[in-house]
C-alpha cells in the first residue's frame, strides 16, 4: 500500500472531440465495409495508441498519396488536405473517404473565398503543422494577385510584410492557445486595421474546452498531466497553458510515462488529455495514480459538449 497520498483532479471536458471521434469512426467502418488494407494519408488523427490500434487492423498510414496504389481505398486525416492532393488523389483513382474535421473544413472555405477575392491572408498557426500545411493549400487564385503569410507568433504578428493591408484577411488553425491567438490577432487589427477575419472565432470548441477546464485545474493543482502524443498540437498547447499558470506540467503518453519522483506527499496532481487522447489511457494514468496513493475529488466542469459530426452517406 502507498506510503503518500495526494489529491488527483480530473479535467472536465478532456479526451476525444466530435472531430476525432468522426475520423476513427470513418476508418473503422470502412476496414469493415471494404476490408483491409485501407489507406490513410498521414495520421488520421495524432495519437500513436489510436494509430497503432487502426493498422493493427488493417490500415496502413502513409505521407504521401504517390505511395498509394492506384485504385485502392484512401482516407484523408481530420487534419484536411491541400487541393493539390485531391487532384493528385483523383489521378490515381483513388476511392476517397474524407476525414477532414468539419472545423477545419470551415477554416479551408474562409481562405479559398479570400483566394477567390484576390485578398492576401494571414493564417495564423505551427509551420509543418498538417492541417496548416493543407489550409495553405486552399489558397489557389484564380488570377494573379493575393497571397498567404504564415505567423507563428507576436513577433511574427509584428514583423510580417503585406502589399496591400486593405485587402487582407486572416484565418487561424484550429488547435492553438486561444489566449495566444487572440494577443496575435489583437496585433495584426493594431498594424493593419483593415484586416478582416472569420464571423466566428476558428479555434474549435473542444480547444476551447479543454483550455478552459486546463485553467480551473491549474488554480488548484501542483502538477498537471497532458495525456496525448508529442505532434499533438493540441495536447501541447494544453501543458503550456498549465505551465504559464504556475503548475508543472508534463505531457504523458500513457501511465508508464509518469516518474514516482513527481507524486509527493500533499500534492494536488491534475489530469487532462488532448482531443486526439483515448479515454482507455487516462483510465490507466488513473489506476496508476490510485495505486501510487491518490485520492481522487470531484472537479468543475467548464463546459458540457454535445457536439456529433455525421459519417460520409456510404457508410453511415
Known amino acids: 500500500m502507498a506510503s503518500i497520498k495526494f489529491r488527483v483532479l480530473l479535467a472536465n471536458p478532456r ?13 473503422n467502418r470502412a476496414l469493415k465495409q471494404f476490408g483491409a488494407p485501407v489507406y490513410v494519408r498521414h495520421e488520421v488523427v495524432h495519437n500513436k495508441t489510436v494509430v497503432q490500434q487502426l493498422a ?7 505521407d504521401e498519396i504517390e505511395e498509394i496504389p492506384r485504385g485502392s481505398l484512401c482516407i484523408f486525416s481530420a487534419h484536411g488536405v491541400a487541393q493539390q492532393v485531391r487532384r493528385d488523389a ?7 473517404f474524407d ?7 470551415k477554416v479551408h472555405i474562409e481562405i479559398s473565398k479570400a483566394a477567390d477575392l484576390q485578398r492576401e491572408t494571414i493564417l495564423i498557426g505551427h509551420a509543418g503543422h498538417p492541417e496548416v500545411e493543407g489550409t495553405l493549400g486552399q489558397y489557389e487564385p484564380s488570377t494573379g494577385g493575393g497571397g498567404t ?42 498594424r493593419f486595421p483593415e484586416i478582416s477575419g472569420p464571423r466566428k472565432d476558428d479555434i474549435c470548441y473542444a480547444t476551447q474546452n479543454r483550455q478552459d477546464a486546463v485553467k480551473l485545474l491549474a488554480e488548484d493543482c501542483q502538477i498537471v498531466l497532458v495525456v496525448g502524443s508529442e505532434n499533438s498540437s493540441n495536447s501541447n498547447r ?23 519522483e513527481w507524486l509527493v506527499d500533499g500534492l494536488t496532481v491534475g489530469v487532462t488529455s488532448g482531443a486526439s487522447a483515448p479515454e482507455s489511457l487516462v483510465d490507466g494514468v488513473l489506476a496508476f495514480l490510485k495505486d501510487s496513493g491518490g485520492v481522487f475529488e470531484e472537479s468543475q466542469a467548464a463546459a458540457v459538449e454535445s457536439m456529433e459530426f455525421s459519417l460520409p452517406r456510404e457508410l453511415r
Open 238 to 260: 494544453l501543458r503550456e497553458l498549465a505551465e504559464r499558470l504556475g503548475a508543472e506540467a508534463y505531457l504523458i503518453e500513457d501511465a508508464s510515462k509518469i516518474r514516482p
Open 149 to 190: 503569410f504564415l505567423v507563428e507568433d507576436l513577433e511574427q504578428a509584428a514583423s510580417v510584410q503585406v502589399q496591400d493591408p486593405r485587402r487582407l484577411s486572416y484565418v487561424t488553425q484550429t488547435t492553438l492557445s486561444v489566449d495566444d491567438t487572440k494577443t496575435i490577432i489583437t496585433r495584426l487589427k493594431q
Open 15 to 27: 479526451g476525444f472531440c466530435a472531430g476525432v471521434d468522426r475520423a476513427i469512426e470513418i476508418v
Open 56 to 62: 493493427a487492423k488493417g490500415a496502413i498510414f502513409v
Open 99 to 105: 476525414a477532414t474535421c468539419p472545423l477545419v473544413t
Open 90 to 96: 483523383d489521378k490515381r483513382g483513388l476511392k476517397v
